[in-house]
């Protein structure tokens, strides 16, 4: 360009890198040469624009620093307390807050594609969208923080998202909603590493995953239970979704089976319809919803509660156990004092636990499609520390919940995953859950009212009846 900045296009894609440094294109490489002190400043400013359209203007590099650092000072002055973690719940925050989309509230998983979860492996996944298993955890963690505009953005972007025929609700979108997100692989690549293949686009959309029903329903109700404006017809789109063997929670790509995740929050779908009527006056079959409650209740303590093992384990018919169901008591389908829960938490302790951080499932044992081998998933740990917290092990929580902070990077963000063996954060970067598992379980180890007694609807150590 004649201002001596350089512009790049790529089919419908265009980007201007302008700065004062003297720059050389050379074999698809940019080179320049500059010296700074301290206190001196060198601007670097790149901008994306659709390549048919002029190149965007310059943007004032001293203004823009300005206007950004007051906009997160006064964000992060909304943040409600959490102890002694106070910091780390809105370094979180922040990075929750730069994930999501600002004009229409959806929040990607991540926002890089094939960081892997094995150094040199092959589970290399796109996490530049927006899941709907997170819904509930993410709702409760903004508006525990304080931060009820971007939980009523949320959930508008959730309620646009699911809108439509149920049979055709997906696991993930993009950020505007969008459906069609077809994986592919990029093979002229090296990969992270050497880390093959790199994939662009998310194969989950294709998969049935019918435990997303349990987590749309039951954000939808704690929305409602947090003073989060709900639109009228959500109520509409809820008991169409009622109306509903698959890949399960993991995304896994083997064949599909009976997951006892599945079936758990098919039960809360129900469970949670049954309190909008009961707390909101909503309108439904609520006679009709409780036999199946009870029906699934029953069906999941028979058939999932293995007695030899002495454990809940990951699919009908399985030995192995799975990380998900540490999420028992915390949605509600048992009471942490439960024995068959402590029992379960006590098995997961013994056989997931890898340098004390849990692994999801193990690989070697499951059949998902893919070569075994991967990084522990943060989130599954900080599932552990709530599930100690909710069954009295209060200091073995807090131990837990301080290793995994020690586990951040120098400007505290958290990836996918962690390896135990070469001690580096793996998987993609910065990712949601990890972060949104970390505020709730700082808010559990310090609130009154705790997300895991939110979600469960009642004090996740009384008894349940059912």
């Not at 201007?16 to 050389?24: A, D, I, Y």
């Not at 060198?42 to 943007?59: E, G, K, N, R, W």
């Not at 960081?115 to 530049?128: F, H, T, V, Y």
Request: aromatic share 8%; glycine share 8%; net charge negative.
């Amino acid at each position: 360009m004649e201002d001596g900045s350089l512009l790049a296009v790529s089919g419908p894609d265009m980007v201007v890198l302008r700065t004062p440094v003297r720059l050389e294109a050379k074999d698809f490489t940019i080179i320049g040469d500059f010296t700074v002190s301290a206190g001196q400043m060198v601007p670097f400013v790149l901008t994306y624009s659709a390549s048919h359209l002029s190149p965007p203007p310059p943007i004032d590099v001293q203004k823009a620093l300005v206007d950004a650092e007051t906009f997160w000072r006064h964000w992060t002055s909304r943040c409600t307390s959490a102890g002694k973690w106070s910091a780390d719940v809105r370094r979180s925050l922040i990075t929750l807050k730069a994930l999501t989309y600002c004009p229409t509230g959806g929040m990607v998983a991540a926002p890089t594609t094939s960081l892997p979860e094995q150094l040199g492996g092959s589970r290399n996944w796109d996490d530049r969208f927006c899941w709907l298993r997170d819904a509930t955890s993410t709702l409760l963690a903004l508006m525990n923080s304080g931060y009820y505009d971007e939980a009523r953005s949320w959930q508008a972007w959730l309620l646009r998202a699911v809108a439509g025929e149920p049979s055709q609700v997906q696991a993930v979108y993009g950020v505007l909603g969008e459906r069609r997100l077809t994986e592919w692989e990029i093979p002229w690549l090296p990969g992270y590493e050497g880390s093959k293949p790199v994939r662009i686009g998310n194969a989950a959309t294709t998969q049935l995953q019918l435990d997303i029903f349990g987590e749309v329903m039951d954000a939808f109700c704690q929305g409602r239970n947090g003073k989060v404006t709900v639109e009228e017809h959500a109520w509409s789109v809820q008991g169409a979704l009622l109306d509903q063997p698959d890949e399960g929670i993991w995304e896994i790509r083997g064949s599909r089976q009976q997951f006892t995740y599945t079936k758990m929050m098919t039960w809360v779908a129900f469970d949670r319809a049954i309190k909008d009527v009961e707390d909101f006056g909503l309108k439904g079959p609520v006679e009709h919803w409780r036999g199946l409650r009870g029906t699934i209740h029953e069906d999941i303590c028979t058939h999932a509660f293995d007695r030899g093992i002495g454990a809940f384990v990951q699919s009908y018919g399985s030995k192995n156990l799975d990380a998900s169901l540490l999420l028992i008591p915390t949605v509600g389908f048992l009471p942490a004092n439960d024995p068959r829960v402590r029992s379960t938490i006590t098995a997961i302790e013994q056989h997931l636990l890898t340098d004390d951080l849990v692994r999801r499932y193990d690989t070697a044992d499951t059949r998902d499609g893919l070569p075994p081998g991967e990084g522990v998933v943060l989130a599954c740990s900080f599932w552990l520390a709530d599930s100690l917290l909710a069954t009295g092990r209060r200091e073995e929580a807090r131990r837990l919940f301080e290793r995994l902070l020690e586990l951040r990077n120098d400007v505290g963000l958290l990836s996918e995953e962690y390896d135990p063996q070469t001690k580096r954060l793996v998987g993609n970067f910065p990712q949601a859950l990890a972060h949104i598992a970390l505020v709730n379980t700082a808010h559990n180890l310090t609130r009154s009212e705790k997300p895991v007694r939110q979600r469960s609807g009642h004090d996740v150590t009384s008894n349940r009846s059912d």
